[in-house]
C-alpha cells in the first residue's frame, strides 16, 4: 500500500503532552534538541484487578507508568528515586545509548542497582531513532509492573514518512499476577519447576471483562474513535513470558514501523508481537454513523512443550463515538459482540509469515546501512538444558533436575559488580571473561531429536569486539525441552535482520538468500521455533552489552550473554567515565 510522504510537523501532538505532563520541564540543548527532566520517584501503590487488591512496585504510584515524550535529538535526564524495599534498574528499551553505557540499566551489567533510599540521574541523548520505544525495570521480575512508554516524535520541522495521524494512542500488553512475581520466581528457581502462571493478560494495565463476574467497566480497556479518522496505534509487549496475537474485529492495522525503525507499510487484520518489541500501525476507521463497537482482543503463541503458559484472552473495547454521542458506556454493553477470530495458539506458520513482511523503507531520508562485509561470525544455540538437583533436594524439572537454559551451552552467571564497571577500570580479573565460545562446543542436530546428556555449564563469559568490527550473527533455536521461539533483544545497538529459515542453518546454502538490500532493523528478534535467524551490526558503540531472551523465565534461567565493545581511537569513539551518582553495590 503507498503511503504519503509529506505532511505537517507533529508539534501539536508533543505540545498536547507537555500539557499533561507538567513535571516535564525543558531547556535548550545548543541547536540539536532540547533537555528534558523527568523524576521518577519508584513507589508501593495499592491497585485491584480481578477482585483483588495489592501493593504493586510502581513509578509515580501510577500502572502502566508515565509516559516519557520526546523529540529525536533530544537530551532526557531522568532521576529515579527508590522508595521501595527492592533493589531497582531502569532500562530504556531500544535507546541506542551511544556513548551513554552507564544509563542502559540492566543490573550487574552497566551498574549495580539503585537501592532503598538511594537514587541515580539516568542521562542519555536519542540520536537517529524516531518511534515508540519503552522502559522498564531490569533487575528481577520487577518490570511485571514497572514499565511505560517512550514516545519518540520527529524532529521538529520534520514530519513522519506516512499520513499524518488525527491521535496517537499507546497499547501497552501486560500480564497480571495476583501473587507477588518476586515469590513465584523465587519458587521456581527454588524447585527448578517452571514459573507459576500469571493470572491475567492486560491492555494499558486493564483484563477486560473476559477473566471472571466481577470485572467492572474500569478494568475493560475501551479505545474511543471518531469514524473516518486516521489513528497511530503505539503498540508495545510488555508481558513477562508470552509473545501474543492480536485484533480488532471487522479492522485492518497498516504497519510503518518496528521497533522505532521506518518499515515499508503493509497491511494486516492480526498483529504478531513478542516481549520487547514495539510496533507503529496506522488504524483508520471505518465510516459510521451510530454508535458502533467492536471487541479487540490478545491471546499467547506458544509452541512450548515445557511447563504451561497463560492460556488465557485479554479484551478490550473499540468504541465509535461522534461530537454529538454520548462517550458515556458501562460493562453491559459489550454483551453478545463476538471477539475477533485469531490465529491458533501453535501458529507457527502464521508467526514466520508475519516476520518476513517486515523490510526496512530504505529511501534517502531513511538509508539501510547493513554491513555489506563481515568481519566476524557467530553460530549461537540457543535453548533449554537443565541442571542437576542438589543433594537431599526434590526438583521438579525434567527427569528430577532443575530447568535452565543456555547460549552455546554457557548458562549466563550474573556477577556481583557491574561487567561495565569492571571493565574500564581495568578489574576484570575474577570478574568475567572474554572466552565465550563463538560457536557451539558440541554441534548436534539442533532442531531434530535431542541430545541424551541436557546439562548445560554456568559461566560469566562475553564475546570482546574491536570497535566498529562488523558482525553476522546466526541464532539456531533448539529442540532440547521443545522447540519454541525466542525473542531475543540485543542492548546498545539495532541489528539488520538478513535472513531466517525453519530447520538447522546451512552455511553453505542459506547467506545466498540473506536479504542485504532493505533488512529490517530491530533491537528484539525472534529465534523461530525449531529454525534460525541472522542479523548483523556495526560495533560502534563502545561498552559492555547486554542480549537475552525477553521471555523473563528463559532469562532467569540463563539465557543471556554480553558484548563488550573496545573503545575506538578517537575521543568520540570512547566511553565516558562513570557519573559520579552512579550505584554502588
Avoid at 509469515?353 to 568481519?375: A, D, E, H, I
Wanted: with cysteine.
Amino acid at each position: 500500500m503507498a503511503l504519503p510522504s509529506t505532511f505537517l510537523p507533529a508539534f501539536v501532538f508533543l505540545t498536547f503532552y507537555l500539557c499533561l505532563y507538567p513535571h516535564l520541564a525543558s531547556a535548550k540543548n545548543g541547536s540539536t534538541g532540547v533537555t528534558r527532566h523527568y523524576k521518577f520517584n519508584i513507589r508501593m501503590h495499592n491497585v485491584t484487578r480481578l477482585c483483588q487488591s495489592k501493593s504493586i512496585i510502581t513509578v509515580n504510584r501510577k500502572f502502566p507508568g508515565p509516559r516519557i515524550i520526546a523529540r529525536e535529538g533530544d537530551r532526557l535526564v531522568i532521576k529515579v528515586v527508590n522508595h521501595v524495599s527492592n533493589n531497582i534498574t531502569i532500562h530504556w528499551h531500544g535507546i541506542r545509548q551511544l556513548r551513554s553505557g552507564w544509563a542502559d540499566g540492566p543490573a550487574y551489567i552497566t551498574q549495580c542497582p539503585i537501592q532503598t533510599g538511594q537514587s541515580y540521574v539516568y542521562n542519555f541523548t536519542i540520536i537517529g531513532q524516531t518511534g515508540t520505544l519503552w522502559y522498564h525495570a531490569h533487575v528481577s521480575w520487577i518490570r511485571s509492573t514497572l514499565y511505560g512508554p517512550i514516545v519518540i516524535l520527529p524532529r521538529r520541522n520534520t514530519s513522519y514518512p506516512f499520513v499524518k495521524p488525527y491521535k496517537e494512542v499507546p497499547i501497552i500488553f501486560g500480564e497480571w499476577w495476583n501473587n507477588d512475581t518476586e515469590a513465584v520466581i523465587n519458587q521456581a528457581l527454588q524447585t527448578g519447576a517452571g514459573p507459576n502462571n500469571s493470572d491475567a493478560y492486560t491492555i494499558n494495565g486493564l483484563p477486560g471483562p473476559l477473566y471472571n463476574n466481577c470485572s467492572s467497566p474500569k478494568e475493560t480497556f475501551r479505545l474511543k474513535v471518531k469514524p473516518g479518522k486516521t489513528y497511530l496505534l503505539r503498540i508495545i509487549n510488555a508481558a513477562l513470558n508470552d509473545e501474543l496475537f492480536f485484533k480488532i474485529a471487522n479492522h485492518t492495522f497498516t504497519v510503518v514501523d518496528a521497533d522505532a525503525s521506518y518499515v515499508k507499510p503493509f497491511e494486516t487484520d492480526t498483529i504478531f508481537i513478542t516481549p520487547g518489541q514495539t510496533s507503529n500501525v496506522l488504524f483508520k476507521t471505518k465510516n459510521l454513523t451510530s454508535n458502533a463497537k467492536f471487541m479487540m482482543a490478545a491471546r499467547p503463541y506458544s509452541t512450548a512443550a515445557a511447563g504451561t503458559f497463560d492460556n488465557t484472552t485479554v479484551a478490550g473495547v473499540l468504541e465509535y463515538i461522534s461530537d454529538t454521542m454520548s462517550s458515556s458506556s458501562n460493562i453491559t454493553s459489550i454483551k453478545g459482540l463476538p471477539l475477533p477470530t485469531l490465529p491458533a495458539i501453535n501458529a507457527t506458520a502464521y508467526v514466520a509469515n508475519w516476520t518476513n513482511k517486515f523490510r526496512s523503507l530504505g529511501n534517502s531520508q531513511f538509508p539501510v546501512n547493513v554491513p555489506q562485509t563481515v568481519q566476524n561470525r557467530y553460530f549461537f544455540a540457543v535453548g533449554l538444558g537443565s541442571d542437576p538437583c542438589p543433594k537431599n533436594q526434590t526438583c521438579q524439572g525434567p527427569n528430577g533436575t532443575k530447568f535452565a537454559a543456555s547460549i552455546n551451552n554457557i548458562s549466563f552467571t550474573s556477577p556481583t559488580i557491574a561487567l561495565l564497571q569492571a571493565r574500564y577500570f581495568g578489574k576484570s580479573n575474577g570478574v568475567f571473561t572474554t572466552d565465550f565460545p563463538s560457536t557451539p562446543l558440541s554441534p548436534f542436530n539442533y532442531s531434530g531429536t535431542p541430545p541424551n546428556n541436557t546439562m548445560v555449564s554456568h559461566g560469566t563469559k562475553v564475546v570482546a569486539l574491536p570497535y566498529n568490527t562488523t558482525v553476522e550473527l546466526v541464532m539456531q533455536g533448539t529442540s532440547i525441552f521443545g522447540a519454541e521461539n525466542h525473542p531475543l533483544h540485543l542492548h546498545g545497538f539495532n541489528f539488520y535482520v538478513v535472513g531466517q529459515g525453519t530447520g538447522n542453518y546451512n552455511p553453505a546454502i542459506d547467506p545466498a538468500n540473506f536479504n542485504l538490500v532493505d533488512p529490517v532493523e530491530r533491537n528484539t528478534v525472534g529465534v523461530p521455533s525449531a529454525g534460525w535467524v541472522a542479523v548483523r551490526f556495526r560495533a560502534d558503540n563502545p561498552g559492555v552489552w547486554f542480549m537475552h531472551c525477553h521471555i523473563e523465565i528463559h532469562l532467569s534461567w540463563g539465557l543471556r550473554m554480553a558484548w563488550a565493545v573496545m573503545d575506538g581511537k578517537l575521543p568520540n569513539q570512547k566511553l565516558p567515565p562513570p557519573p559520579s551518582d552512579l550505584p554502588k553495590c
